[in-house]
Each structure stands twice: as structure tokens, then as C-alpha cells.
């Protein structure tokens, strides 16, 4: 099965920003639907943002405005851009890769946003 990793968590003071990535282990970024979601602590997983095949995104409300969604298939990454940051989008961020028959998910990375 193709694995994706996720990096680029961190401490952040709030209204900073940081981009996640996510790194797939085959040449296929270009062609799946990738997405973020996240994990707030004792909360459910919740999706932030989608990247479907042509480019087409979508995001979250939580999401509009501030995160930016982006692939470089090149380099089979993945990033989402994250500015404004705020306490609430204090998380672990998960990357998944829809595949025709299973989803593959990272590990996660935190981030956490705190003064």
C-alpha cells in the first residue's frame, strides 16, 4: 500500500503560520484526492481541507480564508498552508490519500498555537 507521512508541526504563537506536509511514498500525488484533517485534543477527527484530481479544493469553514490547500506532484507532496493561526486550531493534523479501494493516513503532526 502507498504510505503517506505528514511534517512541519510545531509551536506557534497565535496569528503565525506554518505549512504542513505530506509526503506520499509513490508518484501518484497528482492523481488521487488528498486531504487534511485534524484532531483536536478530545475531539473527533475533523476534515479542514480536500485537493481532488484537476486542482479542484475545498475547505472547511474553520478552514476558509486562512488555510491554503496545495500539491507539487513533482515532489509527490502535498501542503497546507496555515496563517492566522488561532488557539482552537490547536491539533494533530492527520493527511489522507484516497485510493480506489483503501485510504492510506499518516501518522499526524502537532501543532499547537499557544502565546
Known amino acids: 500500500q502507498v504510505q503517506v507521512a505528514e511534517s512541519g508541526g510545531g509551536l506557534v504563537q497565535p496569528g503565525g503560520s506554518l505549512r504542513l506536509s505530506c509526503v506520499a511514498s509513490?508518484?501518484?500525488?497528482?492523481?488521487?484526492?488528498m486531504s487534511w484533517y485534524r484532531q483536536p485534543p478530545g475531539k473527533q477527527r475533523e476534515l479542514v481541507a480536500v485537493?481532488?484530481?484537476?486542482?479542484?479544493?475545498r475547505y472547511e469553514d474553520t478552514a476558509k480564508g486562512r488555510f491554503i490547500i496545495s500539491r507539487d506532484n513533482a515532489k509527490n507532496t502535498v501542503y497546507l498552508q496555515m496563517n492566522s493561526l488561532k488557539p482552537e486550531d490547536t491539533a494533530v493534523y492527520f493527511c489522507?490519500?484516497?485510493?480506489?479501494?483503501?485510504?492510506?493516513w499518516g501518522q499526524g503532526t502537532q501543532v499547537t498555537v499557544s502565546s
Open positions: 509513490e508518484r501518484i500525488v497528482g492523481f488521487h484526492t
Open positions: 485537493i481532488g484530481t484537476g486542482d479542484v479544493t
Open positions: 489522507k490519500l484516497t485510493m480506489s479501494q483503501y485510504d492510506s
